[in-house]
């Protein structure tokens, strides 16, 4: 069976989230299914080092997207004589040579108003993602939430959804030693005990509410636990760091900046994790967090509840003192926090690379079948 697989998100010190998707996918699929080859094609700022008798790198330099995606990557499958190719986002050649399997994490950019630039731009990409997923014999997403999404705002099929939870990779269910992590705060500059967040600090990531939550904890409790805000630096930093500022608490929040390989160390390390998202298609850093062994508040919208369970406290996002009340609670009843940990160790190997690799490669699998004239 010849796979196809679109891993331009693959570059060089840089780990996206549809990145580790594609890695997640691939560090179990080629080494566990010899008798299929897998074809992945990158553009010049491609970066994956994985040699097997099984891969093909396929480097084709890439000018205008649009043109990469529409001719040259179908000249190139129809060269390749694949049996199915595999998107890992909303885009993909619409007249594919092999059927086609879209990956939709969310419709972030059709939910959100401050994400929709103009009725223009809006149209548009709502009618791109339409007509790539009807082009497509299969849409994959992360959510029964973001399948309820793709219905309502592109009008697909429900039946042509395939709800497949995204993986955690294993690295996150392994111990990490005390030095390691000891290691990891002096670098970071975390001294004491801390609360963490890892993510982007886009809007609707809600972290100026998550800041003033802070703020609202009781004094003894900051000067305890700091608050770690993990994240690329972005232009939201400077409102945030204003926000910081007016209420006097710079000395209590630390911006690590980007951490990648040792982000399980990180998260290892915190008393607490807290994810106030507005929006997400799935939300990783939850699972993230439960399967390294961290009590988790986050929120009780989107597809939250769907990965949390019961296995972390679920707060309204819009309300500051929730927030306030839900992290003063674990960080005061350790016996809580841990019930939570336990909890959330039980639920993060539904996430595990062993459970989605598998249900990703069958409906590979599925549609060449379904395909076959």
Not at 255 to 280: C, H, I, N, Q
Request: with cysteine; hydrophobic share 40%; net charge positive.
């Amino acid at each position: 069976m010849n796979i196809g697989i679109d891993i331009r998100e693959l570059q060089a010190n840089l780990m996206t989230g549809i990145g580790r998707y594609l890695v997640n996918f691939l560090y179990w699929a080629i080494p566990q299914n010899p008798d299929c080859s897998f074809y992945l094609y990158g553009n010049q700022d491609t970066y994956f080092q994985y040699v097997s008798h099984n891969v093909t790198l396929r480097i084709i330099p890439e000018q205008q997207t649009l043109y990469w995606d529409q001719v040259t990557l179908p000249r190139q499958i129809r060269q390749d004589k694949l049996d199915v190719f595999l998107s890992p986002y909303i885009k993909g050649p619409i007249f594919s040579p092999a059927p086609l399997i879209t990956t939709m994490h969310d419709l972030l950019f059709l939910s959100l108003p401050e994400y929709r630039k103009n009725i223009g731009w809006e149209l548009t990409y709502k009618c791109f993602a339409r007509l790539v997923g009807e082009s497509a014999k299969a849409v994959i997403t992360d959510s029964l939430y973001s399948q309820n999404d793709i219905v309502r705002l592109l009008k697909l099929p429900r039946q042509k959804i395939k709800v497949i939870p995204l993986a955690v990779a294993p690295e996150y269910y392994q111990p990490v030693e005390a030095a390691a992590i000891e290691q990891l705060r002096q670098k970071a500059g975390i001294s004491g005990r801390y609360i963490l967040y890892v993510g982007n600090f886009k809007p609707h990531k809600n972290i100026q509410r998550l800041v003033k939550a802070y703020a609202g904890l009781d004094e003894k409790l900051r000067q305890e636990y700091r608050l770690v805000l993990c994240g690329r630096p972005d232009s939201h930093c400077l409102q945030l760091r204003q926000l910081i500022q007016e209420l006097k608490i710079e000395d209590e929040v630390i911006f690590p900046g980007m951490v990648t390989k040792e982000l399980p160390a990180l998260y290892r390390g915190a008393d607490l994790f807290v994810f106030p998202s507005l929006y997400e298609g799935f939300g990783l850093p939850v699972a993230e967090a439960m399967a390294c062994g961290v009590a988790v508040v986050t929120s009780n919208v989107t597809s939250l509840p769907e990965v949390a369970g019961d296995s972390a406290v679920l707060i309204d996002p819009r309300n500051t003192e929730s927030l306030t009340e839900a992290m003063s609670c674990l960080l005061t009843d350790q016996k809580l926090r841990a019930a939570y940990v336990q909890r959330g160790l039980q639920r993060a190997q539904l996430f595990h690379p062993n459970k989605f690799g598998p249900q990703v490669l069958a409906l590979l699998k599925d549609i060449r079948l379904e395909s076959k004239p």
